[in-house]
């Protein structure tokens, strides 16, 4: 059993750029939720998929947009990169059914934007 | 707003001792509990869970507790051992929909 994946590991854009990230799911898993986590506070919830449909999202403006496809693995798009969108991005994929939905993370994408 | 709170960011025991780490929430709308522990470089790893309909889970050497009525949790972990060393993050989520996490609290257990 594969665990979640995401890559790249590292990333540095400038300001303007836009930015892919991408993660594979856990196998068996239907949902990915995508999460900003700045230095010394916790993870923030960007938004959810659920078998390619956005299933809820957070307080974040529409220049962050995702994708799921068929295989459940994802995509987290960032347009107009801003100073502050320098975070880590946590991938986490669940089955949405399973009781209180515990979620299994990757290990992140660090991105900076200069 | 931060609906979910860990207002100690550090906390020291020793090894073999008790370390009880603590959650407040504000958002009565919560009905599942989560705790997570991050390792440097790693994603976080789902730890202990508890439904809003229990006051108390205990798995192995974790024990979380739930006091709805202070809107409050804590995860205990007894004995403590230089293992457990990660920041601890607390999460609540409604109706297995997104999860709220707090800032996390580091903990160190000396040897």
């Known amino acids: 059993e594969t665990g979640v994946t995401q890559s790249p590991t590292h990333l540095i854009k400038t300001r303007g750029q836009q930015v892919t990230l991408r993660c594979s799911s856990q196998?068996?898993?239907?949902?990915v939720s995508w999460y900003q986590q700045a230095l010394g506070q916790g993870p923030q919830f960007i938004f959810q998929?659920?078998?390619?449909?956005?299933?809820g999202r957070g307080n974040f403006p529409p220049r962050f947009s995702g994708l799921q496809f068929p295989n459940y693995s994802s995509e987290l798009n960032v347009n107009a990169l801003e100073l502050d969108d320098s975070a880590l991005y946590l991938c986490?994929?669940?089955?949405?059914?399973?009781?209180?939905?515990?979620?299994?993370f990757g290990p992140g994408t660090r991105l900076t934007v200069l | 707003d931060q609906q979910v709170k860990q207002n100690s960011p550090s906390l020291s025991v020793q090894e073999g001792r008790i370390s009880i780490l603590n959650c407040d929430y504000t958002?009565?709308?919560?009905?599942?509990f989560l705790w997570y522990k991050k390792y440097p470089a790693e994603g976080p790893t789902f730890l202990i869970s508890?439904?809003?309909?229990?006051d108390k889970n205990e798995d192995g050497r974790f024990t979380v507790f739930l006091n709805k009525s202070a809107k409050h949790l804590s995860l205990h972990i007894v004995p403590s051992q230089p293992g457990d060393s990660a920041v601890y993050f607390c999460?609540?989520?409604?109706?297995?929909?997104?999860?709220?996490f707090g800032d996390g609290t580091t903990l160190t257990v000396k040897p």
């Open positions: 986490a994929s669940s089955l949405l059914a399973s009781g209180g939905g515990e979620q299994f």
């Open positions: 196998s068996g898993h239907n949902t």
């Open positions: 998929y659920y078998r390619e449909e956005e299933n």
């Open positions: 958002n009565s709308m919560f009905d599942y």
């Open positions: 508890i439904s809003s309909i229990k």
């Open positions: 999460a609540a989520s409604v109706n297995a929909g997104k999860s709220t």
